[in-house]
């Protein structure tokens, strides 16, 4: 069964940094473009960063460029977010997400992927 889980969640200081990770299982990995996004309370599922199947390209939001970068590790596969200069504003559930066989980090949309984990709280105070 495929599994996606998110970890590294938590509270943390405006200007402060944190690391999200992805543990993944369950199917061919390395193919997978893997992606984060994000939900704070009363708003649409936002994108925030992916990762291509391959050769890993990347792509960001513009809301988290410069600020966040995205990895992965096939061998370990695991996937990582480590996000800096954090704000307020980051606050949100985090989730990992993978759409399979996908060599390119342009997909943008949630309904592109097609497994999901079960999302980390990221809070950013003041």
């Known amino acids: 069964q495929v599994r996606l889980v998110e970890s590294g969640g938590g509270l943390v200081q405006a200007g402060g940094s944190l690391r999200l990770s992805c543990a993944a299982s369950?199917?061919?990995?390395?193919?997978?473009?893997m992606a984060w996004f994000r939900q704070a309370p009363g708003k649409e599922r936002e994108f925030v960063a992916a990762?291509?199947?391959?050769?890993?390209?990347?792509n960001y939001g513009d809301s988290v460029a410069a600020r966040f970068t995205i990895s992965r590790d096939n061998a370990k596969n695991t996937v990582a977010l480590q996000m800096n200069s954090l704000k307020p504003e980051d606050t949100a559930v985090y989730f990992c997400?993978?759409?399979?066989?996908?060599?390119?980090?342009?997909?943008?949309?949630?309904?592109?992927?097609?497994?999901w984990g079960q999302g980390t709280q990221v809070t950013v105070s003041s």
């Open positions: 990762i291509s199947g391959g050769l890993s390209s990347t």
């Open positions: 997400a993978a759409r399979s066989r996908s060599y390119s980090a342009y997909s943008r949309l949630p309904s592109q992927y097609n497994y």
């Open positions: 369950g199917r061919a990995f390395s193919n997978d473009a």
